[in-house]
C-alpha cells in the first residue's frame, strides 16, 4: 500500500498540470471548481498517505518488538537449560566432610546470583505491549521464579546440614574428651582414689554409666540426622 502510495504521487502531479492547461479554456467559475475538486483530491491524498506512513511506522515498531522477544525468549531458555544443567550436575551424593557441603553452597548460591539478575533484566528490558503479554515470556518468568524458590530452598537445606555437621563435630570431641577423662590416667584420681566408700565409688560409676549412655544417645540421633 505504501509503495501504491508513493507511485500515486507522481500522478497527482501530472493532473495539477493538465489541471493548468484545462483551466486556460474554462470561464471563472468553472476554474474555481476545476481548483476546488483538485485541492479536495490533493488533501485526501495526503491524509492517506500520512495515516498510512502512522501505520508502516506503528508495524514496524512491533516488528522490532517482536524481534527483540524472539532473542530474548532464546537467550533466556539457554540460560535455564544450562542452570539446569548446573544443578543436576550439583545433585550429587554428599560426603560427611563440611569443605565439600561449602562448596556445594557456594556453587548454589554463586547460581541463585545469575538467575536472580536473569529475572531482573527480564523485567526491565523494554517491549511493546503485546510482547510483554506473550505466554511464552510469562512462562520463562515463571520457571526463573521456579528456578529462584528451588535453589534458595536447596540452600536452605545446605546450611542447616552446615550446622548440623558442626554441632555432631561438637559433639563427638565432647565425647573424646570425656572418654578421655575416664579412661586415661586421670580416671583413677577422679573417682576411684584411696580414701573414698564403697557407697561413693558405686556412685561415681552409676554416674558415670548415665553420662556414658546420654552421650551414646546424643551421638546416635545426630548422626542419624547428619
Not at 144 to 154: F, H, K, T
Not at 203 to 219: G, I, N, P, S, T
Request: a negative charge; hydrophobic letters at 35%.
Amino acid at each position: 500500500m505504501q509503495e501504491e502510495v508513493t507511485q500515486t504521487k507522481p500522478n497527482l502531479g501530472s493532473l495539477e498540470a493538465t489541471c493548468l492547461v484545462i483551466s486556460r479554456h474554462l470561464n471563472d467559475y468553472d476554474k474555481q471548481s476545476l481548483r476546488d475538486a483538485q485541492n479536495a483530491l490533493t488533501q485526501k491524498y495526503e491524509k492517506l498517505s500520512a495515516k498510512l506512513l502512522d501505520k508502516v511506522r506503528e508495524l514496524e515498531v512491533k516488528l522490532r518488538g517482536f524481534d527483540d522477544l524472539t532473542r530474548l525468549l532464546d537467550e533466556n531458555k539457554r540460560f535455564i537449560t544450562k542452570v539446569r544443567s548446573d544443578l543436576a550436575a550439583l545433585s550429587r551424593p554428599i560426603g560427611s566432610s563440611t569443605d565439600e557441603v561449602k562448596a556445594l553452597l557456594e556453587a548454589h548460591e554463586l547460581l541463585l546470583k545469575d538467575v536472580r539478575e536473569f529475572r531482573v533484566k527480564l523485567d526491565l528490558v523494554t517491549l511493546p505491549a503485546e510482547c510483554r503479554s506473550h505466554p511464552d515470556l510469562l512462562e520463562v518468568a515463571r520457571e526463573e521464579d521456579d528456578l529462584v524458590a528451588s535453589i534458595e530452598a536447596q540452600i536452605t537445606k545446605l546450611r542447616h546440614l552446615i550446622l548440623l555437621q558442626q554441632q555432631y563435630l561438637t559433639l563427638l570431641n565432647e565425647v573424646k574428651g570425656f572418654l578421655a577423662i575416664y579412661s586415661g590416667p586421670e580416671e583413677g584420681k577422679w573417682s576411684f582414689g584411696g580414701g573414698r566408700s564403697v557407697t561413693e565409688k558405686i556412685k561415681d560409676c552409676d554416674d558415670m554409666m548415665q553420662r556414658v549412655q546420654d552421650c551414646e544417645a546424643k551421638l546416635a540421633d545426630r548422626k542419624s540426622v547428619v
